[in-house]
């Protein structure tokens, strides 16, 4: 008896349809990699430039999440001991912000240039597109410097074919009230500003 009742109801489950939520999709990750500029030093919680990059995203209807992985303080061979942290978050795109503290420290450039290196190719490896921001250094740091320090950003692009800003304070600086009395970090205007310098490079390596 036991046996027909089994037998019935293995034949009814054939003709049961079986039905289950697909699993969603995860939404892809935009980091930004970088130091206090990207971290937002000084700036209220949530007025960071990739706050700002995650509001005009939404607006512009792209599915990312945009993680700050910004630490304060930070150098190219800090943003170095750091990747394994990025390459967990298997992000679609990271844009890499360092080298603005090795120069005022005034690492040697061949170093900051190897640490870059490193990092950019170790995130195109893994499958990650890339967007390099570079910086310049006050006049005081001297021409020769300041200029093997610019190149440096565009050696790197050009070495990878990634998309370089040049200069992620273009256009800002001039901007009353952008900078903060420290001279060197945006305020929550100058942030604002900032993600939208990202924003032509950034639009065209995504998704909608």
């Known amino acids: 008896m036991l046996r027909r009742i089994a037998t019935a109801a293995a034949a009814l489950l054939l003709f049961v349809p079986l039905t289950y939520a697909a699993p969603r999709p995860a939404v892809p990750v935009i980091d930004c990699f970088g130091d206090s500029i990207t971290a937002g030093y000084g700036v209220a919680p949530g007025f960071t430039y990739p706050d ?10 792209y599915r990312y999440r945009v993680v700050n992985s910004g630490i304060s303080g930070n150098t190219s ?25 090795d120069g005022l420290r005034g690492v040697p450039i061949t170093d900051t240039r190897r640490n870059l290196d490193t990092i950019v190719s170790t995130l195109l490896h893994s499958g990650s597109k890339v967007l390099l921001a570079g910086i310049t250094l006050p006049p005081n740091y001297g021409p020769d410097y300041i200029h093997q320090f610019d190149a440096m950003y565009r050696d790197i692009a050009a070495r990878y074919h990634v998309p370089l800003l040049p200069m992620l304070y273009a256009n800002i600086y001039t901007v009353p009230g952008a900078i903060q009395q420290d001279g060197i970090h945006p305020t929550a205007q100058g942030d604002q500003l900032l993600a939208k310098n990202f924003l032509p490079l950034l639009l065209p390596m995504l998704r909608k």
């Open 52 to 61: 700002d990059l995650q509001h005009d995203l939404d607006a512009r209807g």
């Open 77 to 101: 061979k800090d943003g170095v001991d750091r990747l394994q942290d990025i390459l967990a978050l298997h992000p679609a795109v990271v844009i890499v912000e360092f080298g603005g503290n």
